[in-house]
Each structure stands twice: as structure tokens, then as C-alpha cells.
């Protein structure tokens, strides 16, 4: 169904998905543990998936000259960051991104750092380019997040080679400061380490923050690469399409040493999408954006009524809810007693690094009443 506003789905209707997310427990599990949204397609996403799948045009992938210029001039019109073209080359999702800069840009056993608790896969995929884990904890201020720029800076002292950063962040919901940014740039520069800047959920920054791409700052181009995907903003991981950019010379080398094959891994039908999203998915964005405030905080409400003991930041970006649960005392993997006596599916917080111990993940993109149901089971599991 073609609609130019978000939707939230009823579980009857998302029973009916194929995606992981709907697949992955029995039918009587509420699943909120990947990062993936409830949401009817924007009108524009749509439209242009139809036109493809009507003229047949499934074919392999390729750099697609209206993808570049409409991905660039999204991110001029969104945050005032003037891209090229010409420096965006398309990949078929940000961890193939990464793992692929990775293996060409440092020798096996250099150090990645990364801000934990961290994006899950990021462990995975510095593992298995044989690149070591740094961690950099993230830290509390007042009732919020913040970036350890000592912690960051103590990592590059002992050698870290590359750090992988993600913003806005993943689990937490953090959005950096310009001045933060500055500040990394800085500390790259001064150590020569590659940032490998993530910032699939940028689209996705919240009333209250401000997105600053890494590379709109002059300072930071010269040390940094962005992944950058209308995935997660328009709901189209399975698609697989993403983009990676860069601004100095010899990165834009380095990128141009990865392998030619690479884009025939992103597959058409996102390439068409992200095309749509990008040129025509503003509007839709920024309604989803208005539901995804609220969802935050009648997530922060539904807790502090029925839940108290969990810890909740709402998030500045994203859609993602990091709950410390400590309190609770279900013991390290509270989790697990919520599938099994809550019958819902959150992502264990072990996966985010030893600090993510008695934490757990949620996902907030979904309906209101969904969100009551989650909170319910939680309730209910808590005893
Ligand atoms: C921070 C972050 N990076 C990367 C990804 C994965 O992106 P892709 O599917 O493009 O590899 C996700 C997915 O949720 C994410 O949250």
C-alpha cells in the first residue's frame, strides 16, 4: 500500500513479514531486538519499487550516477555538508563497509576502537578482519551519555591503528557535539588514526539534537571515511545498499583499491529505493520523526509506571532504547528471563560489550499499544 505518511503496522499485519525481526521467535514472542521499524514504506519508496518490480528491473546492481547525486544532495540539504559526488561510492550495506576498509587499510593485529557498549556486529567484523578490539567506554554525565574523550585518547596512545565511530550511537541513542567531533578530529590527527565514521542513523537524529557529519568538518577529512545508508531512516536494511564517502586524496585511494565487485553486492532494489528516499523521503522522514519523539518518551512513561527500576536515557538519535536492569535483579542476562517469562525478545546486553552485563536493548519504532505490550510482558517478567 502506497502512503506518504508513516504507519504504524498492527502485529496482525506484522506477523505476516518475512524480515528476520518477524522469523527469528514462535508467534506468541514480541520481538524488539533488531534494529528494524514497524512502519509502513514512504509514498515515494513505494512508488519506485513498484516501478521497478513492474518493468522487471532486478538486475545486478551499479554505481548509479542519480543514487550519488541524490545521496549528496541529501546530505547538503539535511546538514549543510557539501559532498561530491564523485567521493561516494556505493557498497552493499555498512558493515561490508567496514570490514572491507578494515582489511586493506591496516595490517592484521592493529587495534579498532570503539565506544562500548557497542553495535554487536562491530566485534564480529573487527574479529574477523583480525583486527583487535579497543574499548572505549562510553560515559554517564548527569542523567545523560557522554563521549570519554580521555578514554578515546588513552586508546590512541597505545596504538589503536582505527576508530570506528558510531554516530549517532548505537545502543545508546548519544548524538556528539561539534565540539566533540573537533576534538576527535584532533586526537586522529595527532596519533594518525583512521576514522571510520558510521553514521547510518543520522537521518534519525531527534528533536533536541544536531547532527554533525564527521567529514562536513574541514579538520576531520583528512583522517576519516563516512558509511552513511538511507537504510535504517527508511526502514530498508534487507535491500542492502549503503554508501561510503570520503574528502582527501589518499583515502579517496584507498577506497578506490576495493575491489570492483563490491557494488554488485548492493542490490538494485535498494539502490532504486534509496534513491527515492533520498531525493523525495524528506517529508515522510520528518513525520516519523515527530512519532519516534513521542515514542520515546511514552516509553520513558510506560517505565516510570510499571518499571521503575529500569534505567531509561531517551535517545537524543535513533530508535533505540538502552535499558539498564540491573536493578531488577534477574541476574546478568535479563533478557533471557523476559523471552521466557515475558514472552518478548529484547537484545541481550552481554552483546554490547562486558559493561552491556544486566542491560538490554529495545527497539522503539512500533505502535504506542505495542510499546504498552512490551512494557507489560516486562512488568510481568520482573514479577
Ligand atoms: C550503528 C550501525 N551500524 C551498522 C549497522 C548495519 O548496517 P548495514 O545493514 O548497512 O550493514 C547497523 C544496523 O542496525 C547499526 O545500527
Redesign the pocket.
Known sequence: MSDDQPRWLPLSELRRRRSYKWRAYPADVIPTFV?EMDVTLAGPVTRALEDAIAAGDTGYATSDPELVQTAASFHHARFGWHVDPADIRVIP????GVSELLRRAVPPGSGVVINTPA?P??FHHIGETRCRVVEAPLARAGSGWVLDLDAVEAAFTQGAAVYLL?NP??PTGLVMTEEELRKIAELAERFRVLVLA?E??APLTLEGARHVPFLSLPEAQARGIA?V?A??AWNL?GLKC?QLITAAPALRALVRRLPEELVAGAGILGVIASTAAYRDGGPWLDQLLVLLDRNRRLFGELLAERLPGVGYVPPQG?YLAWLDCTRLELGGEPAKVFLKKGRVALRRGSDFGSVGTGWVRATIATAPEILVEIVGRMRAAAG
Open positions: 534494529a550495506d555498512v558493515m561490508a553495535y556486529p562491530f558510531c550511537h548505537n558510521d547510518i542513523h558509511l545508508s537504510s535504517k536494511p549503503a535513533t
